[in-house]
Nanobody, 120 residues
């Protein structure tokens, strides 16, 4: 059974940092693309960052410079380092794995989400 489990979310003050993790089990994801998405209340799920199997990364314009995505294939784990957090970063963050790039429809596996709340 394939599972993706996010961790690392929490409540943080504006300007703070968090490191989200996404641990996969049930199969090896070294040949998959990974992505982070987020969904704020009343808004659609949006792409945040992605890392291809080759290691090539991409980011939404709103998070460039502040967010860094990485992966450790040996641990079957992906990370999202979030710096200089802003209140508008408040959302549930989801990790995903598949053949996708920026579209959520292109990902086959999803985690349950981890809440990030940024206070002003």
């Amino acid at each position: 059974q394939v599972q993706l489990v996010e961790s690392g979310g929490g409540l943080v003050q504006a300007g703070g940092s968090l490191r989200l993790s996404c641990a996969a089990s049930g199969r090896t994801f070294s040949s998959y693309n990974w992505g982070w998405f987020r969904q704020a209340p009343g808004k659609e799920r949006e792409f945040v960052a992605g890392i291809r199997w080759s290691g090539l990364t991409s980011y939404a314009d709103s998070v460039k410079v502040r967010f860094t995505i990485s992966r450790d294939n040996a641990k079957n784990t992906m990370y999202l380092q979030i710096n200089s957090l802003k209140p508008e970063d408040t959302a549930v963050y989801y990790c995903a794995a598949g053949s996708g790039s920026r579209s959520a429809y292109e990902y086959d596996y999803w985690g349950q989400g981890t809440q990030v709340t940024v206070s002003s």
